[in-house]
């Protein structure tokens, strides 16, 4: 990515992974007539992009996840541990949410249907690259299905169980949580330490039997804990990043 120039804002270095040449040309003309994005390089397979991505360490990886004979799916977790602070943005033509929901689980940040605007595209990127989570509806809806069955399965407890455990302090957590705030920005806003912060998200995620902030959020916004914005109604969610090997707290 390029860095900062006095007074001028930081460019978007995107690396594209899609297997067809066509596709990637298509992408490239696109993004670089947008003002602050760059794209840094392209692959076709799993090998070229995990070299690309380690010479280039792009911001933002565009990922299709049907690469010839191989699964993008695969290739998240490689790519999370090779660019340390990449966002991958999974772009595909199949509306598979299962798998779509795989590869949110796995660590990307958000997933777009080729199918969607150039301007929808651009706007996802630029969520996340601002520290947002971007979901398609329909992979959110996905989300809460799958959420409400492992909340609700055998030996759990009940869901107003679990929230009436909350404390006012973890509340508000939740809330700022759900408004995109890192553990850093929500110690600055409730006046407390990083550590309190990671010891109440240690408590809430608990308590209501949740892994990481992605199924808090849905969690939250599912059972009224955070309003439910008109935001996600234009297929988005806030949340910073909460990828697996990395901590969520």
Known sequence: MTPNTQGSPATIGILLIDDHA??????RCLL????????VGEAATRA???????????????????????????LIPELLATVEDTKILVLTGVQNPAEHEQAMRLGAMGVVYKQASADMLIKA?????AGEIWLDRRVTASLVVGLRRDLRAPGSSAVSDK???????????ISLVGEGLKNKQIADRLCISEATVRHHLTSILKKLDVSDRLELLIFAYQHNLIPLKQDIAREKVKSPPAVSGRSVH
């Open 22 to 27: 066509v596709v990637r040309a298509a992408l």
């Open 32 to 39: 670089e007539r947008q003002p602050g994005i760059m794209v």
């Open 48 to 74: 070229e992009a995990v070299l690309i991505a380690s010479r280039e360490q792009p911001e933002i990886i565009l990922l299709d996840l049907c690469l010839q004979e191989e699964s993008g799916l695969d």
């Open 125 to 129: 990127i630029c969520r996340i690259s």
């Open 163 to 173: 929230g009436s455990q909350l404390t006012g302090r973890e509340r508000e957590i």
